[in-house]
């Protein structure tokens, strides 16, 4: 998530620990037998070493870019999902006819309804249990169903089908609203193309194994006068590009629940904040400080 609290560099490297322990014992180990023992004959010419290093900033930079894409597009969902949120209560406020004996009923239903979608959208993303108020409201509307946000949208149009009958709307404000409610279903469905989209194994096996390669090569093609410099660059390096490769990992997945996460539960607080204020609710929940973060 975009990030106020800061995570440590050693947080982070525990992400990839096992490859850094792999990596400084084998640079010791080839490390002395390329200065001392039976290796120190072999020589990999430098450019072989660096056609391998320019094909893993490639694909490392490919990797990259495509996982900020995934997690960028996220945010733009959320956040259009906050915008929609504010414009369907606001039309219900201006839209509702506030002679009808139900205005203020239905209009903190469309609020309730709303705030539980946007809580039940991030915990069913995350895959979490839902949360004691998303449970309560589901338990009070019978909803059993296995797509919850979808089935709250339902409630949506139900109740919004029952204000045209029941004359609080007409047809050209039923068709507006109707419209906000099919855009926070297409962000829905945006969120879980994401979510359902896995990021193609293959291609973090082969830049991984492309790293290991390019880490085993490296020590014959470094100088052997400074066995320290040689021990150094091969532990170095390689751990660069495995850090480079373990964020984009951490990006490409932005609903699942870790320090770069979209920061789902703190919109859905913004949204509840927001529409409270907007029906002069009183009941607004204080903000609170989200838990995110930033590596490196």
């Known amino acids: 998530m975009l990030l106020n609290k800061r995570i440590s560099i050693w947080s982070f490297l525990k992400y990839i620990k096992y490859d850094i322990l792999f990596i400084v014992f084998y640079?010791?180990?080839?490390?002395?037998?390329?200065?001392?023992?039976?290796?120190?004959?072999?020589?990999?010419?430098?450019?072989?070493?660096?056609?391998?290093?320019?094909?893993?900033?490639?694909?490392?930079?490919?990797?990259?870019?495509?996982?900020?894409?995934?997690?960028?597009?996220?945010?733009?969902?959320?956040?259009?999902?906050?915008?929609?949120?504010?414009?369907l209560v606001r039309q219900g406020i201006t839209f509702y006819d506030r002679q009808d004996g139900q205005y203020e009923f239905r209009i903190k239903e469309i609020v309730l309804r709303q705030i539980t979608w946007c809580y039940a959208l991030g915990e069913s993303l995350r895959k979490v249990d839902f949360s004691p108020k998303v449970a309560g409201f589901l338990k009070?509307?019978?909803?059993?169903?296995?797509?919850?946000?979808?089935?709250?949208?339902?409630?949506?149009?139900?109740?919004?089908?029952?204000?045209?009958?029941?004359?609080?709307?007409?047809?050209?404000?039923?068709?507006?609203?109707?419209?906000?409610?099919?855009?926070?279903?297409?962000?829905?469905?945006k969120c879980e193309r994401i979510k359902n989209t896995v990021f193609p194994k293959a291609h973090s096996l082969l830049i991984h194994l492309i790293i290991y390669v390019f880490a085993t090569m490296l020590p014959f093609g470094l100088s052997d006068n400074y066995l320290s410099v040689e021990i150094g660059l091969t532990i170095?390096?390689?751990?660069?590009?495995?850090?480079?490769?373990?964020?984009?990992?951490?990006?490409?997945?932005?609903?699942?629940?870790?320090?770069?996460?979209?920061?789902?539960?703190?919109?859905?607080?913004?949204?509840?904040?927001?529409?409270?204020?907007?029906?002069?609710?009183?009941?607004?929940?204080?903000?609170k400080k989200p838990e995110t973060y930033y590596v490196l």
């Open 27 to 87: 640079a010791i180990a080839i490390g002395v037998l390329d200065q001392f023992g039976f290796l120190s004959k072999i020589s990999i010419p430098i450019a072989v070493t660096g056609v391998f290093g320019t094909a893993v900033a490639l694909l490392l930079g490919f990797r990259t870019n495509q996982a900020y894409e995934r997690w960028w597009e996220a945010r733009i969902i959320w956040g259009a999902i906050v915008n929609d949120s504010r414009t």
């Open 140 to 189: 009070i509307q019978d909803i059993n169903d296995q797509n919850v946000p979808n089935a709250i949208l339902l409630k949506h149009s139900e109740a919004l089908s029952e204000a045209l009958n029941d004359k609080v709307i007409n047809k050209f404000q039923q068709v507006q609203i109707d419209s906000t409610i099919a855009r926070l279903c297409d962000s829905m469905g």
């Open 236 to 287: 170095a390096i390689p751990i660069i590009f495995i850090a480079i490769e373990k964020t984009s990992i951490l990006m490409q997945d932005p609903f699942e629940n870790d320090p770069m996460d979209t920061p789902m539960t703190d919109l859905a607080q913004t949204i509840e904040i927001n529409l409270k204020q907007m029906t002069g609710d009183e009941d607004i929940p204080e903000k």
